[in-house]
């Protein structure tokens, strides 16, 4: 089964502070996501990634960053925290196939900020 | 602007009966993917539909794919409480992105 964890489920952070997010993946897939989820919104594509030291914009980039540095490895990166970025955030990884772009999600991080 | 819209947005219904949520989408693609949420929990995959015309079934859950209507289907057939939670369905956007709808949260009423 594919695996990918997520390195904390609950966070509690203040205004301005840097936030570091880790997703793990244990299957090589080629592929992996950030999505952040707001009740209303759906799925909201924050980056992704193709391969290693790669990393591509999505749909709501600001105020956000990423590093991949190793293949199974994904870090979403808050400069400075801000409240409205109080929200579920989602790991994905998917293999780079033809036959099937499916995506397996992380258990998610459940972001406060104050 | 590619779009992937669900419908209905929320859902309640009475056990044992059957219902049917409808996604459409804009994007080109051949394929869609359906998902399962619980409350607190992560995304999980339900069906992958690679092709025109692709059924797949598990359980009390079908779903279907017509590309050419670019119109996908999740028929649930005598609903059961431990049914409830939101569905999402996904098209392939560009290279391996998916663009997901806004969901559909189902209860099962006892």
């Known amino acids: 089964d594919v695996k990918v964890t997520q390195s904390s489920r609950y966070l509690v952070k203040r205004t301005g502070e840097k936030v570091f997010l880790e997703c793990v993946q244990d299957?090589?897939?080629?592929?992996m996501f950030w999505y952040r989820q707001d009740p209303g919104l759906g799925l909201r594509l924050i980056y992704f990634s193709y391969d290693v030291k790669m990393k591509e914009k999505g749909d709501i980039p600001e105020g956000y960053s990423v590093s991949r540095e190793k293949k199974e490895r994904f870090s979403l990166i808050l400069e400075s925290a801000s409240t409205n970025q109080t929200s579920m955030y989602l790991c994905a990884s998917s293999i780079n196939s033809y036959s099937s772009y499916e995506q397996y999600f992380g258990p998610g991080t459940r972001l406060t900020v104050t | 602007e590619l779009k992937v819209e669900q419908n209905p947005l929320f859902l309640s219904m009475q056990e044992g009966k059957n219902y049917t949520i409808y996604c459409n989408y804009s994007t080109t693609s051949d394929r869609l993917y359906w998902y399962r949420q619980d409350p607190g929990k992560s995304l999980e995959s339900l069906f992958v539909l690679l092709s025109n015309g692709a059924v797949k079934q598990e359980g009390r859950l079908m779903a279907s794919l017509d590309t050419k209507a670019r119109l996908s289907t999740l028929h649930i057939t005598a609903a059961v409480h431990d049914l409830s939670a939101t569905y999402f369905c996904?098209?392939?956007?560009?290279?391996?992105?998916?663009?997901f709808g806004e969901g559909t949260q189902l209860t099962v009423n006892p």
């Open positions: 996904a098209s392939e956007t560009s290279g391996s992105r998916l663009t």
């Open positions: 299957m090589d897939h080629e592929n």
